[in-house]
């Protein structure tokens, strides 16, 4: 652990580091570990060994309290903002217009400051391409949310090439209130998680007495033998650790960022080597499940671009067109799709060659809806993509929570290690019971 580097996080997070404040909590940290060593009969050496460990352990408990707070609010400021936004592009259909009236909700704190510096950047950048699509950049380095990286890009779409985008924005109100109400799910359970593993490091703490209690009504100080000063000390150690572990997976992922697409693009190309050589590699088949999530997250970002664009075009057109803004992970089967489509504009086969190496069957019918637009025998194409955008929101909101309730199930091995540690004192304690009883003859050999 780098003390610089904890202290710089620490700040990033708000916290205002001050000598009285600093020698203040040390303090309380010192007698809190000092009371409770003498509870435990600790002394010496063994005492001294516990209030360094607390020591040790104080700021990285502090920077987890501040880095939970820190995420809760992030959390907060970037779902208001998502919402405002929306609200007012729906309006205005303008960003900058937006971005100044969605500025009115954020008196302070660190979403006005980044929404200060991207209408600056807008009002005072001459000479500069992308200007609209840089400034948004700036709001979503702080805010790594993949929500707001999807409805920047269609906000720029729609700035750009214009068209009727209620339906979209219905949409991505939907998905905004699903992801929201997926974090206070999460948040709630992750309070429950603490709390539980908490009572739990108090229960193992609770063994380490037990047997003291019953050693002390027949006479025998166990606290006296190395066995049980090692023991306690080693029991109180892991315990803290073990809780701050806890404590730490319990402080971050309340935000959803936006995909590592060079990542993804790797573990493309390797299911892609793998389907054309017939080889098995080590690990193609985790590689193409996360491919398979990926596509799955912005798969519904490209379907609405393109959306937007029918309202101008006809289908062949408007996936061409879209081939530059798309997500990178879609754009290598585009091109196949694009090629293919000038080659063949009146067949199905390329539309039903578009990702089948994939099992997502919301692809198969989104792509069998777009050739029966082009053909003519389709009906509405907003309402059928709308529906089809939808329905994969649905799907992966199912998956999203599934993910947070895998995720958490980690926690149940750090509920149980504090039984495990407790359950090993109490053995440590009852040998040296048995010793002591043996030691004094009041129990024949």
Not at 70 to 94: I, V
Not at 131 to 159: D, N
Request: with cysteine.
């Amino acid at each position: 652990m780098n003390p610089r580097l904890l202290w710089d996080e620490l700040r990033k997070y708000g916290y205002v580091f001050s000598w009285p404040k600093a020698i203040l909590t040390y303090a309380i940290g010192v007698l809190a570990a000092v009371a409770l060593g003498i509870f435990f009969r600790l002394q010496g050496g063994y005492l001294l060994a516990l209030c360094i460990w607390v020591v040790f352990l104080l700021p990285l408990f502090l920077r987890n309290n501040y880095r939970n707070r820190y995420a809760q609010q992030q959390f907060m400021e970037a779902n208001t903002y998502l919402e405002q936004f929306l609200y007012s592009f729906q309006k205005s259909g303008k960003i900058l217009t937006t971005l100044e009236d969605v500025r009115k909700l954020f008196a302070g704190g660190e979403m006005r400051k980044v929404l200060d510096d991207a209408i600056d950047h807008i009002y005072h950048t001459y000479g500069e391409n992308d200007v609209m699509e840089k400034a948004l950049q700036c709001i979503e380095e702080t805010y790594p949310v993949c929500q707001i990286a999807t409805m920047h890009r269609f906000a720029l779409q729609v700035e750009r090439n214009g068209g009727e985008c209620t339906e979209s924005i219905l949409l991505m109100l939907d998905a905004r209130r699903m992801w929201a109400d997926r974090v206070y799910e999460l948040l709630k359970e992750k309070v429950r998680k603490r709390v539980q593993i908490f009572v739990s490091v108090c229960f193992s703490l609770l063994l380490c007495t037990l047997l003291v209690l019953v050693a002390n009504k027949i006479e025998i100080d166990i606290s006296q033998y190395l066995v049980t000063k090692v023991s306690t000390l080693l029991v109180l150690i892991l315990d803290f650790y073990i809780f701050y572990r806890a404590d730490s997976k319990l402080s971050t992922g309340y935000l959803e960022g936006e995909l590592d697409q060079r990542e993804y693009l790797h573990q493309y190309e390797k299911v892609k080597k793998c389907a054309a050589t017939g080889k098995l590699q080590l690990g193609a088949g985790i590689a193409k499940r996360n491919v398979t999530r990926g596509i799955q997250m912005v798969f519904p970002r490209w379907l609405m671009e393109v959306s937007l664009l029918l309202q101008s075009e006809n289908v062949q057109v408007a996936i061409m067109k879209s081939y530059d803004d798309a997500p990178p992970l879609l754009q290598p089967e585009l091109k196949r799709l694009v090629e293919q489509l000038r080659l063949h504009p009146t067949e199905m086969e390329p539309y039903l060659s578009f990702l089948q190496d994939y099992p997502l069957p919301e692809i198969q019918s989104a792509m069998k809806m777009l050739y029966s637009i082009s053909e003519g025998t389709g009906g509405n194409a907003s309402s059928q993509i709308a529906d089809i955008i939808r329905r994969n929101q649905v799907l992966m909101n199912k998956a999203e929570r599934m993910k947070n309730e895998d995720a958490l199930a980690g926690m149940y091995a750090l509920f149980l290690a504090p039984q495990l540690t407790g359950a090993l004192k109490l053995l440590a304690d009852m040998l040296v019971i048995f010793y002591g009883i043996v030691q004094r003859g009041t129990l024949p050999l």
